[in-house]
């Protein structure tokens, strides 16, 4: 049963803006922390966002600034809010829920199947 379910990739010029939705199960969404990580190619997958149930939100150092996690307790929903993208900004994307990322550093047990995101001319 597919638990986490991501949309919102796709090709974007450099200085543009893209969202990126995670719709997940209602248990899930409400007992844990959820977050979005990112896998460039040839690289490791690294945590960009996260937000706690109570609303508190962690970011990447590369992302401050310029990207907005959120979460929408009436529709089950995370969002990432990603503005003034950049070629390095380019992976997949990957949705994550789990009560131990910002707490212990360590990805959820619950993973989206991912988000392509593309930044280039």
């Known amino acids: 049963q597919v638990q986490l379910v991501e949309s919102g990739g796709g090709l974007v010029q450099p200085g543009g803006s893209l969202r990126l939705s995670c719709a997940a199960s209602g248990s899930i969404f409400s007992a844990n922390t959820m977050a979005w990580y990112r896998q460039a190619p040839g690289k490791q997958r690294q945590l960009v966002a996260a937000?706690?149930?109570?609303?508190?939100?962690n970011y990447a150092d590369s992302v401050k600034g310029r990207f907005t996690i959120s979460r929408d307790k009436a529709k089950n929903t995370v969002y990432l809010r990603m503005n003034s993208l950049k070629p390095e900004d380019t992976g997949v994307y990957y949705c994550?829920?789990?009560?131990?990322?910002?707490?212990?550093?360590?990805?959820?047990?619950?993973w989206g199947q991912g988000t392509q995101v593309t930044v280039s001319s």
């Open positions: 937000v706690t149930t109570g609303g508190r939100t």
């Open positions: 994550n829920a789990g009560p131990t990322i910002l707490l212990a550093g360590v990805p959820g047990d619950y």
